[in-house]
């Protein structure tokens, strides 16, 4: 139930930090796997020379690059089944001075590519009869942040309009469930919890022990736990799942 062979997924910043283990999990269950993305150079150092693995060059800010993604994708592939809105873009940490500027280029490029990459697909999923949305949102999405974890290491604050952006994403996964149901498309949500970058590790082991803590396993996510949420909501495994938020979070969210 698992298996996507014959499928071909895109994933939109899929050489990122989380976004590469999405694409080796899709992978690894047979998919044909394109990733989306600005940099070609980066792709190249992450997956080679894979022949299951194709680079689409794509800003997701811009409504042509997506429309663009989308119909190529159709047209070598012939079908567009699994789609997972993984890539953002977010300005500024500033909670009491940030600009209007950081605050609109976040929204849009947290919040509005997502429903650009959904606006796109539609068609084609039309066509086929089915597929299966994937929109990664956040535990902050889900719950504030705990501030007493950024005391004296302010740089990591996690700002405001990052989670406003990411519970829309919430909101946007279970309005597009709802319209595209009768035609055989699942649109589901994940919301990972602590996942910090092997950057941010090297720069704070105080910052990390913090967020471990805080989960009820009591250690930070890797990337390879993306994998397995992200197989499941784009397999048949899944065909009776939608409108649903996913939290991988270690317990996080649960306390």
């Known amino acids: ?49 894979d022949p299951q693995i194709t680079f689409i060059k794509c800003d997701i800010t811009s409504s042509n690059d997506i429309n663009h993604l989308i ?63 994937v929109n990664i949102a956040s535990m902050y999405g889900v719950v504030s942040p705990n501030f007493d974890l950024y005391t004296d290491i302010e740089e990591f604050t996690n700002p405001p309009h990052y989670g406003a952006a990411k519970a829309a994403i919430i909101q946007l996964t279970k309005y597009y469930a709802a319209h595209l149901g009768k035609y055989n498309i699942q649109v589901n949500a994940i919301s990972p919890g602590p996942f910090p970058t092997e950057n941010v590790q090297r720069k704070s082991e105080l910052f990390v ?13 890797v990337p390879e736990n993306i994998m397995g949420p992200v197989v499941l909501l784009s397999s048949s495994a899944s065909d009776f799942i939608t409108g649903h938020n996913l939290i991988v979070d270690g317990g996080w969210t649960a306390w």
Request: aromatic fraction near 4%; proline fraction near 1%.
């Open 1 to 49: 139930m698992f298996d996507l062979t014959g499928k071909n997924a895109i994933v939109t910043g899929g050489y990122g930090h989380l976004g590469a283990a999405m694409v080796h999990g899709l992978r690894s269950v047979n998919a044909h796997v394109i990733v989306a993305g600005r940099s070609k150079e980066k792709f190249d150092q992450i997956f080679g020379a």
């Open 71 to 133: 119909s190529t994708t159709a047209e070598q592939f012939g079908s567009v089944d699994i789609l997972v809105n993984n890539a953002a873009t977010v300005v500024g940490n500033s909670i009491e001075r940030m600009n209007d500027m950081d605050w609109a280029d976040t929204l849009e490029g947290v919040l509005g590519s997502v429903h650009k990459c959904i606006r796109a697909v539609i068609p084609q999923m039309k066509k086929q009869g089915s597929g299966k949305i």
């Open 209 to 221: 022990s913090r967020l471990a803590d805080k989960t009820m396993l009591k250690r930070i996510g």
